[in-house]
């Protein structure tokens, strides 16, 4: 009696299986100390078909990262509805970017932590990741100023200020908040929202924090 011949798994869903190894091994070893044999055995697949599919080492590595911040990007963008008020927008993606950075602890692994320090080509995917997720959130709070304010006086540099800081505080507390156990993704968005909107309403409410004047040099 002849062997049961079994239906070939198509190409892309042999790929993703492969980024997924791929995903896993990096995030928990870094590019250094990944071996493609590691991936291959861990998506259950031949070495050979690893580099037929994805070319190289490098190549997989910037596969990965493309998949995984397009995947975040995603995540927050549907996480936000328009039609809420700005609070609640921001409160949404921030529970959203938290919530997806917890369930997949690899993958941002790899995006916050590993494509950063393994050559420019690997650091600039992330410059545009960031850069997507910075603008997003500078529509965010420009639109709380636009709610705010018929007429909002930030400055438009201002503005793209404070995304920067929100988005740097999101990525550094998204690491924390996943190598402290027993940190939910609502407590991680919760800190975040409290120490983000209690200076942003205030903002938004006129009421800003004015610098003291430069200090004169003692004679």
């Not at 990944?34 to 070319?55: F, H, R, T």
């Amino acid at each position: 009696m002849g062997a049961v011949k079994t239906k070939r798994m198509p190409r892309a869903v042999r790929e993703q299986q492969m980024l997924d190894a791929a995903v896993r091994i990096f995030g928990q070893r870094g590019y250094m100390a990944a071996s493609m044999d590691d991936i291959a055995e861990l998506a259950g697949v031949s070495k050979p078909l690893v580099y037929l599919y994805l070319n190289s080492k490098d190549d997989l590595f910037t596969a990965c990262i493309r998949r995984e911040a397009t995947a975040l990007v995603a995540a927050v963008r549907s996480g936000v509805a328009p039609e809420r008020p700005a609070d609640r927008q921001l409160w949404d993606g921030l529970l959203a970017f938290f919530t997806h950075t917890a369930r997949h602890p690899d993958a941002w692994s790899v995006l916050h932590l590993h494509a950063r320090t393994h050559g420019e080509r690997f650091a600039a995917e992330l410059t545009a990741l960031r850069a997507e997720i910075v603008a997003f959130v500078t529509g965010l709070i420009a639109a709380a100023a636009r709610e705010a304010h018929r007429d909002p006086d930030l400055p438009e540099r201002e503005v793209a200020g404070l995304a920067e800081a929100l988005v740097g505080a999101a990525e550094s507390l998204a690491d924390w908040a996943n190598a402290t156990p027993g940190v939910t993704a609502r407590q991680a968005a919760a800190t975040l929202m409290n120490f983000a909107w209690a200076g942003l309403g205030s903002l938004m409410r006129g009421r800003q924090w004015t610098p003291p004047p430069p200090e004169q040099p003692h004679a």
